[in-house]
Each structure stands twice: as structure tokens, then as C-alpha cells.
């Protein structure tokens, strides 16, 4: 995935956090442990002062951390997006990721996504501008500048400041409508300007989409109007995959001064760390073990899998260790509104996050 170095120009490093209970535990099969988080709720003060009281450590879990978002953030990131426009040129190094939709059963469309990087924090936050859609969107903890494991005894108001930044940091996530959209790393490519696209740096990319798309055709004409960047001004190292509640879903590449759209063809999608458009299924196979095991996984069965199968394939397709590797593997039941999480390869112990019911008003 990308690198944090370009966080330089908006965080400086900090320490700690706050504490979370997770409510209920169940049993998932015979060697898996599911608990459901509930993201902490704040009745009293600003938007700004409940924001950044929410924020708090998963009671018992090192490394994870949730997020209620109140008040909106659209001129705010608006403004980020333009500091880092302007201040920054830095080249991402390369990391893994994996994401598939599994479309087979028409009824539960499942989005996978493992998310491959040095050792970081996570952060799964709850967003609602005043002009879209509710969303849960995971983020790394150093993008704000934090370490993996913090104290909020030892943050300071400028520290905790920094967390009103989180809907620009979004990594991935899903929206009150369906749609579910996650980044995976490629080479870079040298975008043109367009007169009738704007620049978005790579995460808010995400953000627009989980904000204002309900479903694949609005993302598109989201991609459509932004020029996106990462590492430079002019340079675009990410491609994403994105899936809608009617079960479909669609690739989203850009490749010679065009935004390349690749609907799915069968009920299923692959998305690894090497371009795809142009490209044939075996020239994809080639390239990439990961995309190759995935594809086959879900040809075999025809894209109709059970959440633990897709657990199942999450963990087959994770890399490295905790330090540097799959950092978390999200399964996002769409129907459902639910994602299952695993946290630095532990498929044994997973969490569970639903989108709250009253955000699916909207």
C-alpha cells in the first residue's frame, strides 16, 4: 500500500489511547472467535471535543482502536488535500494487498480485502457528512502520525487535534447504500491534466466515493471527475475494486491518461498488485500467485462462498508476519452491512462492525 511518508507534511509522531469493551462473543465453528464491537458513543460537547473523545482502544486488543465521527469534514479535508498537493513528492514502496468480490449468490455479495504493510495501528471509524452517506473506513494509525500501541493519557489537545483528520486517511470501507471500495498498490503511472477533474489524493479518492456513491455507476462518475494522486502531483500507484449491494462489481485502473473501467464478467473479481486492464486471465495468473489462487478459489466455486470460506481465502491469500505482512484481512458482508475482521494474521480471534441502523436510514 502506500507509504506514510508523505504524512511528514501533516503529523508529527505522538503516543496512546482509549479503551472500548466488546459487548458479545460467540462461537463461529469450531476454532473461531468472533466479537462484536460497538463504536463508543459521546452525548456531551462540540463535534470536535466528542470526535476525538471517541476515539479509544479496543479494551484487550493491542493495535485496534474505533472511531464515532460528529460534525462534518468536507472543508476540512478539502484543505488537507490541497496542503498535500502542495507539499510533497514522495515515491510509495511497494506493498501486497488482495481484494476479491464473490457475487455468486446474488442475496449476500461478499468483498474481501487484505490489507498488506509494515507493522501499523487500525483505526475503524464511523463517518456521516451533511451531504451523503454513513460509512465504516478503515485507516493506519501512523498516518496520524501514531504508533501501534498508544496511551491517551499522553495526548495532548494538538495530538488529539489530529484526529479530526481521519476521513482523509480512509484505506477502504463500506457505505449505508452497499457500496464497498478498497485501494491496492501498483507501479505508478503519469496521469494527464484535465481541465474537468480535480486532484484527489489517493485515500480521499475513497472517502469520495463511500460518501457520495450509492451504487457502482455513481462511483464511476466519482472516478471520472477526479485526477488522482499519491506520489507526486502527477503520479497515480493505486487501483481499486468496487462492489455495490446489487451484487456488482467493477475495477477502477488508470492507464494511459485514461480511467479504465472493468465491470465484473462472472460473479467474481480479483484485484492484486499488478495492472489488469489490456491484460488476459492467464497473462493475470502469471504475474501474480495471489490473483492466481483467488481466481481459482472463486472459479472452483463460482463465486458463491460462506463468510468462513471467505476468512478461509483471506488467510490463504495474507503474507509475512506482524511486523511486515497482511496488518488486517476485512470481509464485508453487504447485505448484511457487517464486516469480519482479523487483526496481523490471527484467524482464530475476529471482530465483527456493523454499520449502526440508524446510519442506514440515509
Same mark, same amino acid.
Given at each position: 500500500?502506500?507509504?506514510?511518508?508523505?504524512?511528514?507534511?501533516?503529523?508529527?509522531?505522538?503516543?496512546?489511547?482509549?479503551?472500548?469493551?466488546?459487548?458479545?462473543?460467540?462461537?463461529?465453528?469450531?476454532?473461531?472467535?468472533?466479537?462484536? @464491537?460497538?463504536?463508543?458513543?459521546?452525548?456531551?460537547?462540540?463535534?470536535?471535543?466528542?470526535?476525538?473523545?471517541?476515539?479509544?482502544?479496543?479494551?484487550?486488543?493491542?493495535?485496534?482502536?474505533?472511531?464515532?465521527?460528529?460534525?462534518?469534514?468536507?472543508?476540512?479535508?478539502?484543505?488537507?488535500?490541497?496542503?498535500?498537493?502542495?507539499?510533497?513528492?514522495?515515491?510509495?514502496?511497494?506493498?501486497?494487498?488482495?481484494?476479491?468480490?464473490?457475487?455468486?449468490?446474488?442475496?449476500?455479495?461478499?468483498?474481501?480485502?487484505?490489507?498488506?504493510?509494515?507493522?501499523?495501528?487500525?483505526?475503524?471509524?464511523?463517518?456521516?457528512?451533511?451531504?451523503?452517506?454513513?460509512?465504516?473506513?478503515?485507516?493506519?494509525?501512523?498516518?496520524?502520525?501514531?504508533?501501534?500501541?498508544?496511551?491517551?493519557?499522553? @495526548?495532548?489537545?494538538?495530538?488529539?487535534?489530529?484526529? @479530526?483528520?481521519?476521513?482523509?486517511?480512509?484505506?477502504?470501507?463500506?457505505?449505508?447504500?452497499?457500496?464497498?471500495?478498497?485501494?491496492?498498490?501498483?507501479?505508478?503511472?503519469?496521469?494527464?491534466?484535465?481541465?474537468?477533474?480535480?486532484?484527489?489524493?489517493?485515500? %480521499?479518492?475513497?472517502?469520495?466515493?463511500?460518501?457520495?456513491?450509492?451504487?457502482?455507476?455513481?462511483?464511476?462518475?466519482?472516478?471520472?471527475?477526479?485526477?488522482?494522486?499519491?506520489?507526486?502531483?502527477?503520479?497515480?500507484?493505486?487501483?481499486?475494486?468496487?462492489?455495490?449491494?446489487?451484487?456488482?462489481?467493477?475495477?477502477?485502473?488508470?492507464?494511459?491518461?485514461?480511467?479504465?473501467?472493468?465491470?465484473?464478467?462472472?460473479?467474481?473479481?480479483?484485484?492484486?498488485?499488478?495492472? @489488469?486492464?489490456?491484460?488476459?486471465?492467464?497473462?493475470?495468473?502469471?504475474?501474480?500467485?495471489?490473483?492466481?489462487?483467488?481466481?481459482?478459489?472463486?472459479?472452483?466455486?463460482?463465486?458463491?462462498?460462506?463468510?468462513?470460506?471467505?476468512?478461509? %481465502?483471506?488467510?490463504?491469500?495474507?503474507?509475512?508476519?506482524?511486523?511486515?505482512?497482511?496488518?488486517?484481512?476485512?470481509?464485508?458482508?453487504?447485505?448484511?452491512?457487517?464486516?469480519?475482521?482479523? %487483526?496481523?494474521?490471527?484467524?482464530?480471534?475476529?471482530?465483527?462492525?456493523?454499520?449502526?441502523?440508524?446510519?442506514?436510514?440515509?
Amino acid at each position: 500500500m502506500f507509504n506514510h511518508r508523505w504524512m511528514g507534511y501533516i503529523v508529527k509522531k505522538i503516543p496512546l489511547l482509549l479503551i472500548l469493551c466488546i459487548p458479545s462473543v460467540f462461537t463461529c465453528g469450531q476454532q473461531q472467535r468472533v466479537s462484536d @464491537l460497538e463504536f463508543p458513543f459521546i452525548d456531551a460537547g462540540s463535534d470536535s471535543a466528542r470526535t476525538c473523545q471517541s476515539f479509544q482502544n479496543v479494551d484487550g486488543v493491542d493495535g485496534l482502536y474505533m472511531l464515532r465521527y460528529y460534525g462534518d469534514y468536507g472543508k476540512r479535508l478539502e484543505k488537507q488535500n490541497q496542503t498535500v498537493l502542495n507539499g510533497f513528492n514522495s515515491q510509495p514502496s511497494r506493498r501486497e494487498c488482495s481484494l476479491f468480490t464473490a457475487l455468486g449468490d446474488s442475496a449476500r455479495p461478499l468483498y474481501g480485502r487484505n490489507f498488506d504493510n509494515p507493522e501499523c495501528g487500525v483505526l475503524i471509524g464511523l463517518y456521516r457528512p451533511s451531504d451523503g452517506y454513513a460509512s465504516i473506513a478503515f485507516s493506519r494509525l501512523n498516518d496520524f502520525g501514531f504508533d501501534k500501541v498508544i496511551d491517551p493519557d499522553t @495526548l495532548t489537545a494538538q495530538d488529539r487535534a489530529r484526529i @479530526l483528520y481521519a476521513p482523509f486517511f480512509s484505506a477502504g470501507g463500506m457505505n449505508a447504500r452497499g457500496v464497498v471500495t478498497a485501494l491496492a498498490y501498483l507501479e505508478g503511472v503519469q496521469t494527464v491534466p484535465d481541465a474537468e477533474q480535480r486532484p484527489v489524493f489517493v485515500t %480521499l479518492w475513497i472517502r469520495e466515493i463511500l460518501d457520495h456513491a450509492s451504487n457502482i455507476d455513481e462511483a464511476v462518475a466519482i472516478c471520472k471527475r477526479c485526477r488522482v494522486f499519491d506520489a507526486g502531483p502527477d503520479i497515480c500507484s493505486h487501483h481499486i475494486l468496487i462492489c455495490d449491494a446489487s451484487g456488482r462489481s467493477v475495477i477502477v485502473e488508470y492507464h494511459e491518461g485514461l480511467w479504465r473501467i472493468m465491470p465484473n464478467v462472472q460473479p467474481w473479481q480479483v484485484v492484486t498488485n499488478s495492472p @489488469l486492464f489490456g491484460r488476459s486471465q492467464e497473462e493475470r495468473q502469471k504475474r501474480c500467485r495471489r490473483y492466481k489462487k483467488a481466481f481459482e478459489t472463486l472459479e472452483e466455486k463460482e463465486g458463491k462462498i460462506t463468510q468462513q470460506e471467505g476468512m478461509s %481465502l483471506l488467510k490463504a491469500l495474507s503474507v509475512g508476519g506482524e511486523r511486515s505482512g497482511t496488518q488486517w484481512s476485512s470481509l464485508f458482508d453487504i447485505a448484511e452491512r457487517n464486516i469480519l475482521l482479523s %487483526l496481523y494474521r490471527n484467524y482464530k480471534n475476529l471482530y465483527r462492525v456493523s454499520l449502526p441502523t440508524s446510519s442506514l436510514k440515509n
